[in-house]
């Protein structure tokens, strides 16, 4: 057998660094997941373009067939803002975090001092009304945004978030993913409250 013939035959040797990759990629990403759990930052405060600036003017129509005390309920007005606090919710029938603080949106909306009103996202009418009938209806006005365009004015990463509007139109704080009893107590009542004594 030739020299040539038995290198063709011998299994070529890997170099080092292609056998150990997939386990240096596994060890950056864990040491970077362990870096963000240990610094106790809150992921679903993001930083939006929008804040300190106007709500968006995207006026959207009203879900379909939905009725509140036996009156539909209308549509997004954006100029309705301009006066009150207003807490602009967007969530979808088919979003199980949606659902999970749905019941502390109860009882937010027996604040009276602020207006809660939804953005229904990429939700057909007839499923955002049966969500709202099963497990209650917090707000005064809901805008049915079909297509999603509208929250993409509003810069919305996914549902639910939750945008705090102050009496001059700007929004004044944002809150990405499902509120929780203590992010409503530490985060958002701090924040109406402020918004509440300001202009």
Not at 46 to 60: C, E, Q, T
Not at 114 to 123: E, R
Request: net charge neutral; proline share 8%.
């Amino acid at each position: 057998m030739s020299e040539d013939v038995q290198r063709q035959s011998m299994p070529r040797k890997r170099n080092p660094i292609f056998v150990f990759l997939p386990l240096i990629l596994f060890i950056i990403l864990a040491a970077i997941f362990a870096l963000q759990l240990a610094s106790g930052r809150d992921e679903s405060v993001i930083p939006s373009a929008l804040l300190g600036k106007p709500a968006p003017n995207v006026s959207l129509p009203a879900v379909a067939g939905l009725m509140k005390d036996g009156q539909a309920v209308p549509g997004l007005d954006p100029s309705k803002f301009k006066g009150q606090v207003t807490l602009v919710n967007i969530f979808g029938s088919w979003c199980l975090p949606c659902r999970q603080e749905h019941p502390l949106l109860m009882k937010l909306a027996q604040d009276k001092r602020i207006v809660l009103t939804g953005l229904n996202y990429k939700d057909k009418p007839e499923n955002a009304v049966g969500f709202l009938e099963d497990l209650g209806n917090p707000y005064g006005a809901i805008g049915a945004d079909l297509n999603g365009r509208a929250a993409i004015e509003w810069g919305v990463y996914g549902v639910p978030e939750t945008f705090l509007i102050g009496r001059d139109g700007i929004i004044a704080y944002k809150h990405v993913g499902p509120f929780s009893e203590e992010t409503i107590r530490t985060d958002l009542m701090p924040a109406i409250e402020a918004a509440l004594k300001s202009n």
